[in-house]
């Protein structure tokens, strides 16, 4: 089968490859992939800055959808035709999970979705809803997770609230995505009025151009009186007025760092205003599962901004790193 793997650090160190067909053990399925997609955290893999000890050479790309064509001795879950995701943790499936499980993903350390199969744990692949097509369906295990457990799982997301999303990557697009699909009033900034446009498409209650509006928080809080939730991609140079704009006993999801690692802020609203700051590493099986129900339900619609060949993989990367992008980029097989 053919592959791509990273055998040094930056876009030039992926080299196409052929490895021989692997074959499914006890407990899992083998996946012939139809459509990848890339997060940020895949760029940052391949640029050596998510983890500069990860060892090479790997299959890059943690997010990916195809067709089961053989499964292992005792699997009775999952069978050969069925349309699946792979799960971006192969191991977490509820609850809480051990620093052991929360290593178990997929794109670094362990091989990603970047060839033509992948054997996967039989556990760790979720069949996907057919109005999906394959590169909608390939945009879920991360980016739409991340979004659904920051805002669902973790959030506990009620009609009605107010959400504030940073930008309009995949994250913050889904997080749009879902805020309306749950009645919430979703409120997105971004330094683009074309991209806003198209967020009020999708249902945004409120816009702001964060570049005519350099405080952009206290424009929110005059707006709102304090957001119920903040999906918070920005990271150093944002979450100082993430916490100016939380209401008391806000919730602020952290899930990127765009903008840098070191936050320029004062840690004391976090006290005064009793504010739930939480982390989001993606999310488990059974959150999973509960997103794919909702998006059936709903009948949303991922919305993907550009499709290339997979063995495009450079240039998508490119892409990806000039941030221009509204939602996601996918490879198609």
């Given at each position: 089968m053919r592959a791509i793997e990273l055998q040094s650090f930056g876009a030039n160190g992926l080299h196409r490859v052929d490895r021989p067909l692997p074959e499914p053990g006890v407990g899992e399925v083998r996946v012939q992939l139809r459509a990848c997609s890339l997060n940020y955290r895949d760029f940052?893999?391949?640029?050596?800055?998510?983890?500069?000890?990860?060892?090479?050479?790997l299959v890059p790309l943690s997010d990916g959808v195809g067709i089961i064509d053989a499964v292992g001795a005792g699997v009775t879950q999952r069978k050969v035709g069925e349309r699946v995701i792979g799960l971006f943790n192969q191991l977490w499936q509820d609850g809480e999970a051990t620093p052991e499980v929360l290593r178990a993903t997929l794109g670094g350390p362990l091989g990603g979705m970047l060839r033509e199969y992948a054997v996967l744990r039989a556990d760790g692949v979720l069949p996907v809803p057919e109005h999906l097509t394959d590169v909608q369906a390939a945009t879920l295990p991360c980016a739409a997770l991340t979004a659904w457990t920051a805002l669902v799982t973790q959030g506990h997301l009620k009609a009605g609230e107010t959400v504030l999303i940073q930008g309009t990557g995949g994250v913050s697009i889904f997080a749009l995505q879902f805020a309306v699909l749950m009645?919430?009033?979703?409120?997105?900034?971004?330094?683009?009025?074309?991209?806003?446009?198209?967020?009020?498409?999708?249902?945004?209650?409120?816009t702001l151009n964060y570049k005519q509006e350099p405080a952009w928080g206290k424009k929110i809080l005059a707006l709102t009186g304090g957001v119920d939730h903040v999906v918070?991609?920005?990271?150093?140079?944002?979450?100082?007025?993430?916490?100016?704009?939380?209401?008391?006993?806000?919730?602020?999801?952290?899930?990127?760092?765009?903008?840098?690692?070191?936050?320029?802020a004062t840690l004391?609203?976090?006290?005064?205003?009793?504010?739930?700051?939480?982390?989001?590493?993606?999310?488990?099986?059974?959150?999973?599962?509960?997103?794919?129900?909702?998006i059936e339900a709903g009948r949303l619609q991922p919305v993907v901004e550009r499709v290339l060949p997979w063995t495009d993989a450079q240039a998508a990367l490119a892409e990806m790193a000039t941030g221009q992008h509204f939602g996601k980029i996918a490879l198609a097989f």
């Open positions: 940052m893999t391949v640029s050596g800055t998510y983890n500069p000890r990860q060892p090479l050479p009645g919430a009033r979703p409120i997105v900034i971004s330094s683009s009025d074309a991209k806003l446009e198209r967020a009020r498409a999708l249902g945004a209650w409120q918070e991609v920005g990271g150093g140079q944002t979450f100082g007025q993430s916490l100016l704009v939380a209401r008391p006993h806000g919730h602020i999801a952290v899930i990127g760092v765009l903008s840098g690692v070191q936050p320029d004391l609203p976090i006290l005064m205003k009793n504010l739930r700051v939480l982390g989001v590493m993606v999310g488990h099986a059974a959150s999973a599962r509960a997103m794919l129900t909702a």
